[in-house]
């Protein structure tokens, strides 16, 4: 009876100990896959155009408002401030007021992973971020951005090198609907000190 209860006690500490080992083995699975996920890229900047012309039926802008707006939102992608280049177009108002077809031309700088095995001319150290594209803090200025923010996603946006795009739309025309559209997407930005990280990077 002794050595069935010592047998017995010994069978469950080493089941114990097997189902330790299983639970340790993917919480360290589970570690290195957000490692690997938060690990630096190698990206370079590349130049890219953009011809923007916004048609909305509630909210209407002027053309230096617009041109404001669209910088916000390709800083809040990635683009970098250095060779951001931006021009109004479609403007037939000289007093500066809404108008029916603002544009925004020019060019801007957007960072996309480099090739495995190219140069390592230019190639700096950066990271997929999420960001969630918002023009207004409230809700009610938000809900005014409805038709812009579309236009940014299906115009503006495949300027961009992106994954993991979350796009939700109640847009109606001539109506404010909250929360309007809401767009979240994954974008690559460079690290604070991607220069010095390069090497190590690539």
């Given at each position: 009876m002794g050595y069935f209860t010592r047998q017995?006690?010994?069978?469950?500490?080493?089941?114990?100990?097997?189902?330790?080992?299983?639970?340790?083995?993917?919480?360290?699975?589970?570690a290195a896959g957000a490692a690997a996920a938060g690990s630096a890229q190698p990206a370079t900047w590349t130049q890219r155009k953009i011809d923007f012309t916004y048609q909305g039926f509630t909210t209407h802008y002027s053309c230096d408002g617009l041109l404001d707006k669209v910088r916000v939102v390709l800083l809040e992608l990635g683009a970098r401030k250095e060779g951001l280049s931006l021009h109004e177009s479609g403007c037939i108002k000289a007093i500066g007021g809404p108008e029916p077809f603002p544009g925004v031309v020019g060019t801007f700088y957007?960072?996309?992973?480099?090739?495995?095995?190219?140069?390592?001319?230019?190639?700096?150290?950066?990271?997929?971020?999420?960001?969630?594209?918002?023009?207004?803090?409230?809700?009610?200025?938000?809900?005014?951005e409805c038709e812009l923010i579309e236009q940014v996603k299906e115009r503006i946006l495949p300027l961009f090198n992106t994954r993991n795009v979350k796009f939700q739309t109640n847009c109606v025309p001539h109506q404010l609907t909250i929360p309007g559209a809401v767009l979240q997407v994954d974008v690559l930005k460079p690290d604070r000190n991607g220069a010095g990280k390069v090497a190590q990077a690539h």
């Amino acid at each position: 009876m002794g050595y069935f209860t010592r047998q017995r006690s010994s069978g469950r500490r080493a089941w114990v100990a097997a189902l330790s080992f299983l639970v340790m083995a993917v919480v360290a699975c589970g570690a290195a896959g957000a490692a690997a996920a938060g690990s630096a890229q190698p990206a370079t900047w590349t130049q890219r155009k953009i011809d923007f012309t916004y048609q909305g039926f509630t909210t209407h802008y002027s053309c230096d408002g617009l041109l404001d707006k669209v910088r916000v939102v390709l800083l809040e992608l990635g683009a970098r401030k250095e060779g951001l280049s931006l021009h109004e177009s479609g403007c037939i108002k000289a007093i500066g007021g809404p108008e029916p077809f603002p544009g925004v031309v020019g060019t801007f700088y957007a960072l996309q992973p480099a090739e495995p095995g190219g140069s390592s001319s230019g190639v700096i150290a950066a990271h997929w971020q999420t960001v969630s594209v918002r023009l207004g803090r409230s809700e009610f200025v938000a809900a005014g951005e409805c038709e812009l923010i579309e236009q940014v996603k299906e115009r503006i946006l495949p300027l961009f090198n992106t994954r993991n795009v979350k796009f939700q739309t109640n847009c109606v025309p001539h109506q404010l609907t909250i929360p309007g559209a809401v767009l979240q997407v994954d974008v690559l930005k460079p690290d604070r000190n991607g220069a010095g990280k390069v090497a190590q990077a690539h």
